[in-house]
């Protein structure tokens, strides 16, 4: 079974420019979540999707993040315009249902430089 | 809110000692307690799943325990190996009785762990 992929691994970008992370969940994963990790710290929910309805985005900061998880599969992350404070891992998970009873499987996780 | 804490934030310790890894959670209305594993430059593994109705979980040389009346869970490594060396993670999803989604987890931020041979 492949597991959560994530492209790109690295970014390097200069503050107020914009970027774009992709997450492919693993195949019939109903649930989609992504979170961001601050060096030294654990990882923080940002959004999360039940096929294509987002069931939580209480953490992101919509002035200038986005996200879609389109036909419920895939999903982007978009920042726009980027601060200093942006830069972190991206990490993408997914999990069958959108219990709290189970695992969520985490990809590799973009790591994003804002200079 | 839920509030998540590892104790030690690192620990070195010689190959083949036994070691614990703590975690504590404010609040303890949760379903289950997970613990994953994070190697440098890559994701999270998850490790141990304890549903709020277990007392523990094992899996090979490693043992989780969860108590929910004094909000905390332990993670045991028996016979440690070099390749135990990793950041460890406990997370709990967001308390039963906060509405919304319970998907949400909230993480420590970690026991960083070193194996030295």
């Known amino acids: 079974e492949a597991g959560v992929a994530q492209s790109p691994r690295y970014k390097i970008i200069e503050k107020r420019q914009s970027v774009a992370f992709w997450c492919n969940p693993i195949?019939?994963?109903?649930?989609l979540y992504w979170y961001q990790q601050i060096l030294g710290q654990g990882p923080k929910l940002l959004i999360q999707?039940?096929?294509?309805?987002?069931?939580?985005d209480s953490q992101l900061p919509k002035d200038r993040f986005s996200a879609e998880r389109l036909k419920g599969v895939d999903s982007t992350l978009k920042i726009q315009p980027a601060k200093l404070e942006d830069s972190a891992v991206y990490l993408c998970?997914?999990?069958?249902?959108?219990?709290?009873?189970?695992?969520?499987?985490f990809g590799p996780g973009t790591r994003l430089l804002v200079l | 809110k839920q509030e998540v804490t590892q104790i030690p934030a690192a620990l070195s310790v010689p190959e083949g000692e036994n070691l614990v890894l703590n975690c504590s959670f404010t609040?303890?209305?949760?379903?289950?307690l997970q613990w994953f594993r994070q190697d440098p430059g890559k994701g999270l593994t998850s490790l141990l799943l304890?549903?709020?109705?277990?007392r523990e979980q094992t899996s090979g040389r490693l043992n989780a325990s969860l108590d929910k009346s004094s909000g905390r869970s332990t993670l045991y490594i028996a016979a440690s190996q070099p390749g135990d060396s990793a950041t460890y993670l406990c997370?709990?999803?967001?308390?039963?009785?906060?509405?919304?989604?319970?998907?949400?987890?909230?993480f420590g931020k970690g026991t960083k762990l070193s194996v030295k041979p």
């Open positions: 998970a997914s999990s069958p249902t959108s219990g709290a009873q189970e695992t969520q499987y």
């Open positions: 195949s019939g994963h109903a649930t």
């Open positions: 999707f039940q096929n294509n309805g987002v069931v939580d």
């Open positions: 609040d303890s209305a949760i379903y289950n």
């Open positions: 304890i549903q709020s109705s277990q």
């Open positions: 997370a709990a999803p967001r308390p039963m009785n906060y509405g919304g989604s319970q998907g949400n987890l909230i």
